[in-house]
């Protein structure tokens, strides 16, 4: 239900930039993940697209993290100089489950 709202926020926040995107990234990130509607994840996932993904790594929010991890897999050049930072994640279970998913 109003995934028409979600996803139109989530293009507005993409079309402002980095600046409004990062105190809703929280939020955008769980929508990414977890949103039932295709749609609205992709929306969520292109405006934290707005933001670096190695940033994100040190969230204290599991959806940042996820989001980061995801992202980096899916770039290996960004992914590399992050190597060393992506196995000590491994050390901490929550966040090794989300290195593990992706």
């Given at each position: ?6 996803a139109a926020a989530a293009l507005a926040l993409a079309g ?50 996820y989001w980061a991890v995801s992202t980096l897999a899916g770039?290996?050049?960004a992914a590399e100089p992050r190597a060393a930072e992506l ?16």
């Open positions: 239900k109003f995934h028409g709202v979600r402002l930039g980095a600046d409004e995107v990062r105190p809703a990234s929280e939020v955008l990130a769980r929508l990414a993940k977890d949103d039932p509607n295709e749609g609205v994840r992709k929306a969520a996932s292109g405006a934290l697209g707005r933001l670096e993904p190695a940033d994100a790594l040190k969230s204290d929010d599991y959806s940042m993290r770039d290996a050049s196995a000590g994640m491994l050390q901490d279970p929550e966040t090794a489950r989300c290195l593990l998913a992706v």
